[in-house]
């Protein structure tokens, strides 16, 4: 039986004094521990939030992390500077990142590395755009996201890691896949990792992304595959975002 796993991205959103009340909320709201649940603040919050977060059962984790080990990478933050304040997970490979900021699949495999070397847990985030879809690509777009990360890390690192598939169309959109479109995905990568490794497949948490609210959560966390979700927009109220939690 696999842990589900809530995970709110925050994004570029808040002050030090929202981002403060709004991890404070979600602590004192958390009412069970059977599943994981953790926040990905902006990184300047990240110590802040840590101090709040301490001996609770919420996690915290970065929107992103550099795809070099340190050097002359101006604005960039490593995993051992994440690790150095006890980050759990990192997302890798948000669609934002790969449409606005030009990652790759080449480079979010190498994020994703850099989060491993730590110890730290890399979300990687996996999904098509709405023109991908249209034209029936979706398979093998998530291929070659899941390939670059596959080939140059090892698919023995999938053992400490988790998958996020967050179809493009979906995000911030107010769209959700239906339970069955995201179910669909959720089986078709699980089966890509159990052709390399079965057990590894069957234990890692897989979870959906896109518009999921307190209305659609429970729908979609009830599919056999789907472990969980990232959220994006319902991660910034404390209320919906327990709510959602509460669903799994
Ligand atoms: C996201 O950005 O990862 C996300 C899923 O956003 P939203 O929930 O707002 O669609």
Same mark, same amino acid.
Request: hydrophobic share 40%; net charge negative.
């Given at each position: 039986?696999?842990?589900?796993?809530?995970?709110?991205?925050?994004?570029?959103?808040?002050?030090?004094?929202?981002?403060?009340?709004? !991890?404070? !909320?979600?602590?004192?709201?958390?009412?069970?521990?059977?599943?994981?649940?953790?926040?990905?603040?902006?990184?300047?919050?990240?110590?802040?939030?840590?101090?709040?977060?301490?001996?609770?059962?919420?996690?915290?984790?970065?929107?992103?992390?550099?795809?070099? $080990?340190?050097?002359?990478?101006?604005?960039?933050?490593?995993?051992?500077?994440?690790?150095?304040?006890?980050?759990?997970?990192?997302?890798?490979?948000?669609?934002?990142?790969?449409?606005?900021?030009?990652?790759?699949?080449?480079?979010?495999?190498?994020?994703?590395?850099?989060?491993?070397?730590?110890?730290?847990?890399?979300?990687?985030?996996?999904? $098509?755009?709405?023109?991908?879809?249209?034209?029936?690509?979706?398979?093998?777009?998530?291929?070659?996201?899941?390939?670059?990360?596959?080939?140059?890390?090892?698919?023995?690192?999938?053992?400490?890691?988790?998958?996020?598939?967050?179809?493009?169309?979906?995000?911030?959109?107010?769209?959700?896949?239906?339970? $069955?479109?995201?179910?669909?995905?959720?089986?078709?990568?699980?089966?890509?990792?159990?052709?390399?490794?079965?057990?590894?497949?069957?234990?890692?948490?897989?979870?959906?992304?896109?518009?999921?609210?307190?209305?659609?959560?429970?729908?979609?966390? !009830?599919?056999?595959?789907?472990?969980?979700?990232?959220?994006?927009? !319902?991660?910034?109220?404390?209320?919906?975002?327990?709510?959602?939690?509460?669903?799994?």
């Amino acid at each position: 039986m696999r842990r589900s796993l809530v995970v709110g991205n925050w994004k570029m959103n808040g002050t030090l004094a929202s981002a403060k009340s709004l !991890a404070e !909320a979600i602590v004192s709201g958390i009412e069970n521990t059977n599943a994981d649940i953790a926040v990905c603040p902006p990184f300047v919050y990240l110590r802040d939030i840590d101090q709040i977060l301490q001996g609770s059962h919420l996690k915290f984790g970065s929107q992103n992390v550099a795809d070099q $080990e340190s050097g002359a990478y101006t604005g960039e933050i490593s995993a051992s500077m994440l690790k150095d304040i006890n980050c759990t997970y990192a997302i890798v490979g948000h669609s934002e990142r790969r449409s606005y900021y030009g990652d790759t699949n080449e480079s979010v495999a190498e994020r994703f590395s850099q989060a491993l070397s730590q110890g730290i847990i890399p979300i990687l985030c996996v999904g $098509e755009t709405l023109e991908q879809r249209e034209q029936e690509k979706t398979f093998q777009v998530v291929d070659a996201q899941l390939d670059a990360v596959i080939n140059l890390a090892g698919i023995a690192s999938f053992e400490k890691a988790v998958i996020a598939y967050e179809p493009v169309w979906a995000i911030g959109t107010g769209k959700t896949a239906s339970d $069955e479109q995201a179910q669909e995905v959720h089986q078709y990568i699980r089966q890509q990792i159990a052709k390399r490794d079965q057990s590894i497949a069957d234990k890692i948490q897989i979870l959906y992304g896109g518009s999921v609210k307190p209305d659609n959560a429970k729908g979609l966390f !009830a599919m056999a595959d789907i472990d969980g979700g990232l959220i994006g927009g !319902a991660s910034l109220d404390a209320e919906s975002f327990l709510k959602i939690y509460n669903s799994i």
